[in-house]
């Protein structure tokens, strides 16, 4: 009769034994010889070694893939589980996506790897993974458990991606396509919080403050239960001061300070196309110290630079034909680290002595390297803590509260920093404490950002909101990597989801040239991205989480120095496609 207290459980001395969960995952042990059930880059079914059973998984893993396998089931909100696998290999890794993760260092033998965790109030589904990591030998893994209860049967599906149809400068206005199964009515979240209810699909949020954005996510719910959120969509009210930029601009870097084997531009040689114009690079004194200081070419390295004078005067003649002149932080080699509320507070000092002795429109930040990075145990981007996040949030809020309103605030972080935080959370990984970190200073900024412009070019690669792999150089990566920033995301290991842009913030960064970086794409597959990003054309098969992007702010590249060298063929190629845009 053992099994009756397996299954049932019973009181034995004075003790409840719990039932046991059913393991709800799908060919957990790879019996059927296949990777049905699972979703794998770089996976596949070998006959040994195995933990037990006759199959195993065999994960691939190599310099630019992890080989990720993962498997999505339906769970019940406010549950717990517990999910655990037998592993093999070094550094294994296996978690929830956007939730709790584990790992071994090395597993010479199997080796069994386990969590728990809660679903959120409105959870219905949840990704399991396993990886791998890269360089590495191959890992294996064998016999997956995920113990709970499954999914609430007759619950509704997910409503379709909600779209805005109307602001004013206190509310926001929304509908949806309808969910399937019987639907007694909809709830609209912004992040965790139930802002309206409607038994239709369309709802209008109010009491909110002018000029401010929002990201809204819509479920469907009857008797039985509650479906999964719906993709975000990103809404800003109305009464917005206009910076005067170009609806579909073309952005350019211009090496004022070096020539960097391109050859020196003047400023009054840039083509009236550039509608943005980001002087690079003002860099630190030294690494910590956050005073920027801003030095023109000398004439020993750009025999043709021209004076400051007339360096000058070419700035005001770009911007009384509407163009916008910023000057750029950082760089490849300009490191920059806030660590003190005095290095913040130089950094405001000597960012704001630039932007008024050479009267520009506002600034550009293109922090790489180690200028960011995310102290252990600060897990929360809505709320960092790390002194190098909060101190450069705190120095930006205070330039564009000196500027006003018109103040332009750019930002070109790498995919590391931004998208990988859905797989990494440099806080909270326990791998790189870079990955992921301006996200906090993206979200914190949100209202006061112009164009976010990640640099889609020297990037390794990068998981999408569908869980594959993609790779920079062709027009699959732009618009996963594009996509992610509009639609939002899980932010990995920590149960918080990155509300998405919207689409009027929202550009992406590409190589000049083939000399420029790696990752140069050919100007008919950014069509092709472009087509589908804000057409919702030519999209390859892959769905757009946050839906055509119609007010896509534009293309920027390294470097307009770098397309000149190449007889402007970044700027003839997009400029026209940017301005047939409507």
């Not at 990704?127 to 990591?133: D, L, S």
């Not at 206190?170 to 199964?181: E, F, K, Q, V």
């Not at 150089?473 to 920033?485: L, R």
């Not at 899980?490 to 040239?513: C, E, H, K, S, W």
């Amino acid at each position: 009769m053992r099994w009756l207290a397996v299954v049932f459980g019973v009181l034995l001395a004075g003790i409840v034994v719990p039932a046991q969960a059913a393991n709800i995952l799908a060919n957990p042990g790879f019996e059927t010889g296949t990777l049905d059930g699972w979703s794998c880059s770089g996976g596949s079914v070998v006959g040994t070694p195995v933990r037990s059973g006759t199959h195993a998984l065999n994960g691939a893993v190599t310099s630019s893939d992890y080989a990720q396998c993962s498997q999505t089931v339906a769970v019940q909100p406010n549950t717990a589980y517990t999910l655990s696998a037998w592993v093999r290999g070094s550094y294994v890794y296996l978690g929830v996506t956007g939730g709790s993760s584990t790992w071994t260092p090395s597993a010479a033998s199997y080796t069994q790897l386990s969590l728990s965790f809660t679903t959120g109030a409105s959870q219905t589904s949840a990704q399991i993974y396993v990886h791998g990591w890269y360089g590495q030998p191959a890992y294996q893994a064998d016999d997956f458990a995920l113990d709970g209860p499954g999914g609430t049967p007759g619950a509704p599906s997910s409503p379709g991606t909600p779209t805005v149809t109307s602001t004013t400068t206190s509310s926001i206005s929304l509908s949806w396509p309808d969910a399937t199964g019987a639907v007694t009515g909809y709830r609209v979240y912004e992040g965790a919080s139930v802002v309206q209810t409607s038994t239709g699909t369309t709802a209008t949020v109010s009491g909110l403050q002018t000029c401010s954005s929002h990201s809204y996510a819509v479920t469907a719910y009857n008797s039985a239960g509650e479906s999964a959120k719906s993709a975000a969509v990103t809404g800003r009210t109305a009464g917005c001061t206009s910076t005067g930029l170009a609806k579909h601009a073309l952005i350019g870097y211009l090496h004022a300070s070096f020539a960097n084997g391109s050859g020196y531009v003047r400023m009054a040689d840039v083509p009236d196309e550039w509608d943005i114009v980001n002087l690079a690079f003002g860099e630190p004194t030294s690494v910590t110290s956050g005073d920027i200081r801003f030095n023109r070419c000398p004439a020993g390295e750009c025999p043709n630079v021209e004076s400051d004078a007339d360096f000058a005067a070419a700035i005001k003649a770009k911007q009384a034909a509407g163009k916008k002149v910023l000057i750029s932080i950082g760089g490849a080699n300009g490191q920059v680290q806030l660590t003190t509320t005095a290095a913040r507070d130089a950094f405001v000092s000597s960012v704001s002595a630039i932007i008024d002795r050479w009267g520009l429109d506002g600034l550009d930040i293109d922090f790489e390297g180690h200028s960011l990075s995310l102290n252990a145990g600060d897990t929360d981007f809505r709320n960092p803590t790390t002194p190098v996040i909060v101190n450069l949030i705190s120095a930006l809020k205070t330039l564009k509260a000196k500027y006003g309103a018109a103040f332009v605030l750019t930002m070109a972080p790498e995919t590391f920093f931004v998208q990988v935080g859905y797989q990494f959370y440099g806080g909270s990984s326990g791998g790189d404490n870079r990955t992921g970190s301006y996200l906090p200073v993206i979200h914190a900024l949100r209202d006061s950002l112009t164009v976010l412009h990640v640099q889609d070019y020297n990037s390794g690669p990068v998981m999408g909101l569908d869980n594959q792999y993609h790779t920079m150089g062709g027009a699959d990566f732009h618009i996963a990597m594009t996509d992610m920033v509009k639609a939002g995301f899980p932010v990995a290991n920590t149960g918080q989801t990155f509300p998405g842009l919207r689409d009027d913030q929202i550009g992406f960064g590409l190589p000049a040239a083939v000399s420029a970086g790696n990752g140069y794409t050919a100007p008919a597959a950014v069509h092709t991205a472009l087509d589908c990003l804000v057409k919702g054309q030519s999209c390859g098969g892959y769905s757009l989480r946050g839906g055509p992007s119609p007010g896509f702010r534009g293309l920027m590249t390294w470097s307009i120095n770098w397309d000149h060298y190449y007889d402007w063929e970044f700027r003839n190629s997009h400029a026209p496609y940017l301005d047939a845009l409507p």
